[in-house]
């Protein structure tokens, strides 16, 4: 009895049974529906295994998309499991579609029903265990009018079939002819709606790391090493793994199967400072247990092999790094490539030079620089706006400022980072007349209800030393210093609360720069309006405000005045100027005259 025959049977014997059994169960509920009394239920035990239906070959034509891509891959990858030395294929095309051929020198197949026989590969064991192919390659051309040819290497002569678009079903006898050619296998199939040119693109991206010469209309198609570009490379169980330096797209391959490409993605890390990440990539050799999902092999199955996969893609991740020498990875990172059993040096001791925050985050707007790490470096604990710049600006001359550095948690753990000294507890003490008040993180005490001018600020703040267990606490002159409300980010200057020392340093200019790091951010709700307008109107409310905290009322005035002209100055002609009075009310007289000459 055939295999088919088996099948069939031991499908028809299960449907039997199982009929059997539901007959029976109808039987006694209608018993137990009549008769309460009736004994408990039994079902008699049975024995059942998965199955292949016979059906399944009538649908075979929905196994595969069809694609002149799929196809070609999936011929490509038997004729190099047959061995062969190169490949060629030969198109002719009209308005209907085109004829392709393709021509292998490999081993060939010497049972033609082996090459039409789903699920059953003919391929040797080393094939099978190395790669663990499906025999399903050729049912890539099912619905396709379809001629193939072969000679094995160990036969006297070939055979030729021709199987119609409609005669992969296994409704249809197909006969074999025999046929002198030479060893090798020859495959030529239409192709509806496809163009020469067409199946020239598709076929430069299957051949592009097809490990063989492919060949189209005579001409070899270009090939490339897929891990080409890798920074490292090491080997795995028979495949190689390359490490690659920048970020992974969504539809880069990361996966070479002897040609055909996976996007899925293996394994990245991505350093803590300075943005570098890193990307494993798999060029398939003959590692087994590595399994592709059927029929596509596009997806990796999810086994225990691939999950060795991607720990080792890891691990190459890292030992790439520790083969150059230096990294800045974070301390969490460091841990994860001991436990993988690489020994990383810690990160590169440099960290950015300490820049105080501004409201508008996205739009920072300084220059990256690093500061090597040393025993005189100093962190500076993540401050808000309003401390921040109050403290930038006072230590703008101080000897300490060069050796401030950011905060990077993801650096504790290092021993060089756990010892750097730190700056915290932020504040400034104003003194203005009998009222004195303390500004810190968390507000001013007590409360700094208007703008105050103050006879003195001194800021302070403590220098800890962790590994000493010692501090120290300095002790600065300010002029300014800032108290934003609770909700003072997205409202404007109206909640901000300036304390200042009058003095030749700190200009209206200068204190319009310091209000707009201190609280202006842009609101992005679908209805507000653009960020260049919003920063305009905060940039005029804040000339107005310094003006009127450092020069008075009348000033603030007169930058408002100015502001609301230099919108229409464009009506002016260049060389007229204007006189503008106002008089009280409502009356406005403007005079023009001519540019008076520069004295």
Known sequence: MSRQRELLARSEGQLARAAHQSADLEERGRGRANQCDEGPFTMNPTVIRPSVSPKTITKVTRLFNGTIGDILGELLQNSRRAGASRIDIACCADQDGACLTLVDD??????????????????????????????????SLAGKDTRISSRHANADTGWSVHVPADGWTGAKDITVVPLARPVGTTITFLMPGVSEQTTERILREVAKFYPLPAFFNGA????????????????????????????????????????????????????????????????????????LVLPARKEFVENAAFAALQA???????????????????????????????????????????????????????EYEEVAAGSDTILVADLEPDIAQGLERALREHPLRPHLVE?????????????????????????????????????????????????????????????????????????????????GWYSGVDQ?????????????????????????CASDDSEADSWDTQHEHFLRDARELAARVLLGEDEAIAARIRDTLAGILWVIPKDRQVAITVAPGTAINVQLSACQPAG
């Not at 029903?113 to 391929?123: C, E, F, N, P, V």
């Not at 495949?239 to 992974?248: C, K, L, M």
Request: overall charge negative.
């Open 106 to 139: 490999g081993t060939g197949v010497a049972d033609p029903q082996t090459m039409i026989a789903l699920g059953d590969s003919g391929w040797s064991q080393h094939i099978h265990e190395a790669e663990d192919p499906a025999g399903m390659g050729v049912f």
């Open 220 to 291: 070899q198609l270009p090939r490339e090493d897929f891990l080409a570009k890798a920074i490292y490379i090491a080997e795995w169980n028979g495949s190689q793994i390359g490490v690659f330096e920048g970020r992974e797209y969504h539809q880069d391959p990361t996966t070479n199967f002897h040609g055909m490409v996976l996007t899925r993605k293996l394994a990245n890390v991505s350093e803590s400072l300075g943005g570098k990440t890193y990307h494993a990539r798999l060029d398939i050799g003959a590692t087994p247990g590595l399994a």
């Open 312 to 366: 080792a893609c890891k691990r190459t991740i890292y030992a790439a790094l520790a083969h150059r020498g230096q990294h800045r990875l974070s301390f969490e990172n460091w841990k994860e490539a001991r436990d993988l059993g690489v020994a990383l040096p810690e990160a590169d001791p440099c960290l950015p030079r300490w820049h105080a925050a501004i409201a508008e985050s996205d739009n920072v707007n300084v």
């Open 496 to 520: 901000i609360r300036i304390a200042y020392v009058p003095g030749p340093a700190l200009t209206p200019d200068t204190l319009v720069d310091l209000i707009e790091n201190v609280c202006f």
């Open 407 to 487: 905060n990077h948690p993801a650096y504790a753990g290092y021993g060089w980072y756990d010892a750097l000294h730190q700056l915290g507890n932020v504040r400034f003490y104003v003194a203005a007349g009998e009222q004195g008040h303390v500004i810190a993180e968390n507000g001013s005490f007590p409360p700094l209800d208007d703008h105050v001018r103050a006879e003195t600020i001194e800021l302070r703040f403590c220098v800890f030393h962790r590994a000493s267990e010692t501090q120290r606490e300095e002790r600065i002159p300010a002029d300014v210093a800032f108290v934003v409300g609770e909700d």
